[in-house]
């Protein structure tokens, strides 16, 4: 870096994770062998959605590609980047500080889209420092409104064309609609295998949902792409012939996942817990699906989240 021997951000203090309406701060150090000419040294908040992927029409591709800025919020900690000034030798420490709008989505990662933030620090154009940082939108799992337990049931007729086997039927609940990693859902659920055949075993499989939306380049042509994947999984035993199962409170714990996400118009996050009781030989299973929340702060403020 020639002239300059250090140029960093520090954050303080240290966090992992912040949320919207909070402070970002810290200070920049710059540390220079000798002096040094330079129009200024410039902090950038910024924070970006963005979407890319390629599909193939005929024998052409079409490129899909759209961002969507969340946040841009700059100071100027030294000079006034117009006129240069030479800046003296040793270690220099700027203090910053941003506060993030009220309304946020969540940081996000994945292969065909990403909502990320970061803290750049340059001096002039020719040097610059970057510090990612994580954001997180508040999500409230003490709402009132994900407090009441769901309910639903489902029923399977078994066998084929006119030999029937019986049939099997099912009633399940979660006790809430919200919650955060590290808690658990509990599940009560109540199987009657009404059939003269052994069903497979009970299973509560937790997926996520993500849709990208994206337009091409040229002409805005939107399209979209969603990708389902199984993120954890509780089985129980199989069900004789005849047999009832039940599951009364058992717990399903949340992974380290990230929260549900509304409020981008590029990437949105969705979570459901299926219940399933497999039946063999057959193409369809007895299943109930219930929409989960994925929030971020736990039932009865139990995490240290700050206040905002």
Request: with cysteine.
């Amino acid at each position: 870096m020639g002239k300059i021997k250090e140029f960093s951000i520090t954050l303080s203090p240290q966090q992992t994770v912040y949320y919207p309406s909070q402070h970002v701060a810290g200070y920049v150090t710059i540390d220079l062998k000798e002096p040094m000419k330079m129009r200024g040294i410039v902090i950038e908040l910024y924070g970006e959605g963005y979407c890319y992927w390629l599909t193939r029409q005929n024998k052409t591709y079409i490129r899909y590609e759209t961002n969507e800025p969340y946040v841009s919020l700059q100071q100027v900690l030294c000079g006034d980047m117009s006129q240069t000034f030479q800046a003296p030798a040793g270690e220099q420490i700027f203090q910053f500080s941003f506060v993030l709008p009220a309304s946020l989505p969540s940081s996000f990662e994945s292969k065909l889209g990403r909502i990320r933030y970061h803290l750049s620090a340059r001096v002039d154009n020719d040097h610059k420092v970057d510090c990612p940082i994580t954001v997180n939108d508040i999500i409230d799992t003490n709402n009132p409104n994900y407090l009441q337990p769901v309910a639903g049931n489902a029923h399977a007729d078994v066998g084929f064309l006119f030999l029937k086997a019986g049939s099997v039927d099912m009633t399940a609940s979660i006790d809430r609609k919200c919650y955060a990693p590290g808690e658990a859902i509990l599940i009560t659920c109540d199987v009657k295998n009404q059939t003269n055949r052994d069903m497979g075993n009970v299973q509560a499989t937790l997926f996520q949902i993500v849709q990208f939306n994206a337009r091409t380049q040229h002409t805005q042509q939107p399209q979209s792409k969603q990708e389902m994947k199984e993120v954890a999984r509780v089985a129980g035993p199989g069900i004789p012939r005849g047999e009832n199962f039940q599951w009364v409170n058992q717990p399903f714990v949340i992974p380290a996942l990230p929260p549900t996400t509304s409020n981008s118009t590029l990437i949105n996050i969705s979570y459901q817990l299926k219940i399933v009781v497999s039946i063999p030989f057959s193409p369809k299973n007895c299943e109930y699906t219930f929409p989960v929340v994925l929030g971020t702060v736990p039932l009865r403020q139990t995490a240290d989240i700050p206040p905002v």
